[in-house]
């Protein structure tokens, strides 16, 4: 049995007082949430001290949005994995469609998320299509092509650890969800591309959907027999939406 989880994507928002706002108006309900789901939060890196002492004796776990694959060296504006562990960072997001969309490969995906999983940590990876992509019929191939890269490089044992979040790109901060039926078809392709290489790590892998989750759709999506929980942008910003969302997963 896979243990749902639920990840709030923070992105580029927030302030001292707006984060601590936030998280200090949901984590008593997250952390009774948390008994029944994974619930992690992802701030900007600037709060992570911030968020690690509130989150300290609560269930609900800190992640973090991106991680350079050097341990440390002449690269300005970066954080390293292993850094990320002196704030108690369990989980990475990586290679999200915003970034890939500023030029990042499958490739630096892959050596992000081996760097992440080195430190004991475990990876988030974003994969998913564009719309021109989807309306060329390409959904599936580009999503094995980002998905095959994460799995030559790090091996498919590492897999079984390993998050995987399929996120359309036009589903993403658009208002347009995924149809329960469209994700689950999606997230049944990526554990079946997985399967087809080992058994174990398919059925262990846990396949979040994002794009768009709000407290509407949340339990239909989390219904389906692939899917796993959640990557919330948008609706993780809103306490109640958010703690909605969590509730979601366990009915
Ligand atoms: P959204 O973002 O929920 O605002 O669509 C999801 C994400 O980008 O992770």
């Known amino acids: 049995m896979r243990r749902s ?17 936030l ?8 952390d009774v949430a948390a008994t029944e789901t994974d619930i992690l939060v992802c701030p900007p890196a600037p ?23 050097a341990q440390s060296g002449a690269f300005t504006g970066e954080i390293a994995a292993n850094m990320l562990t002196d704030f108690d960072v369990s989980m990475v997001i990586l290679g999200h469609s915003e970034r890939r969309s500023d030029g990042e490969t499958d490739e630096q995906v892959a050596h992000k998320c081996a760097a992440v999983l080195a430190q004991g940590m475990l ?51 658009t208002g347009e969800t995924a149809t329960p039926e469209q994700a689950q078809q999606m997230h049944a392709f990526i554990r079946g591309t997985v399967a087809q290489q080992s058994g174990h790590s398919a059925a ?17 999506l989390f219904a389906q027999e692939d899917i796993d929980g959640g990557l919330v942008g ?15 997963v366990s009915k």
């Open 5 to 21: 989880l639920v990840a709030a994507n923070w992105k580029m928002n927030g302030s001292r007082e707006f984060i601590t706002e």
């Open 204 to 220: 262990k892998m846990r396949i979040l959907y994002g794009g768009s989750v709000n407290a509407g759709n949340a339990a239909a």
């Open 123 to 173: 990876p988030i990876v974003c994969v998913g299509e564009t719309l021109q992509e989807r309306e060329a019929g390409q959904a599936e191939s580009v999503v094995k092509r980002q998905l095959g890269a994460v799995l030559d490089h790090c091996g498919i044992e590492a897999l079984a650890e390993a998050v995987i979040a399929y996120e359309p790109v036009w589903a993403i901060g």
């Open 47 to 69: 709060y992570y001290d911030l968020c690690a002492g509130m989150l300290e004796g609560s269930a609900v776990k800190l992640g973090a949005q991106n991680a350079h694959e």
């Open 23 to 30: 998280l200090g108006a949901m984590l008593k309900r997250l």
């Open 234 to 248: 948008g609706a993780s910003l809103k306490p109640d939406e958010f703690i909605t969302i969590c509730e979601s």
